[in-house]
């Protein structure tokens, strides 16, 4: 706006106002990142630890983290504040400050018959406009071991045993 009294001038004040509206709208830059063990034992247990960082310049609105879970796994725990639907954990953040963080674990059973690899996606949304989309989810990839502890035992079949007969183990 430039004042040039050169160009226009007025005696009268009372019809110099003006009104100007405008939406201040939230601007923040979660970021995700996600903790996990890139091998795993079929039959066991692992862990997904997922760190949610608001990098600002706003505070971030209703934050939610959402653990999708990989075929061949059930849930085993997670923190407060999650919830388990169907294959989907669902945890509920609230309000993430600028440079604030927050993590959040759940606890999978890995099938004993569960092979190749689990894959995982784990992302974090909010209500506020968020400017870098491409740092709100991850992708986890494990590979999954079939792991045995075999032992045996052999024992004949009496406690003597003379020359040249014949031994059965059972």
């Given at each position: ?35 996990y063990?890139q091998m ?10 997922a ?15 959402e653990?999708y ?25 609230g ?7 927050e ?36 992708y ?22 003379n ?8």
């Amino acid at each position: 706006v430039i004042n040039d009294t050169s160009l226009y001038s007025e005696t009268s004040a009372i019809d110099n106002v003006g009104e100007l509206a405008f939406t201040v709208e939230r601007l923040s830059d979660l970021a995700l990142t996600v903790d996990y063990d890139q091998m795993v034992n079929a039959g066991e247990l692992t862990t997904l630890t997922a760190t949610i960082t608001n990098t600002g310049p706003s505070d971030a609105a209703n934050v939610v983290v959402e653990f999708y879970l990989p075929a061949g796994t059930s849930l085993a725990s997670t923190d407060v504040g999650c919830i388990q639907e169907a294959e989907l954990v669902h945890c509920d953040v609230g309000v993430m400050g600028v440079d604030q963080v927050e993590t959040f674990a759940i606890q999978l059973t890995i099938g004993s018959n569960q092979r190749d690899y689990l894959e995982t996606l784990v992302a974090v949304d909010s209500d506020s406009y968020d400017q870098d989309l491409l740092n709100n989810s991850v992708y986890s990839f494990a590979e999954v071991v079939a792991v045995a502890d075999l032992s045996m035992t052999i024992a004949p079949n009496r406690t003597a045993i003379n020359e040249g007969e014949v031994v059965e183990y059972l």
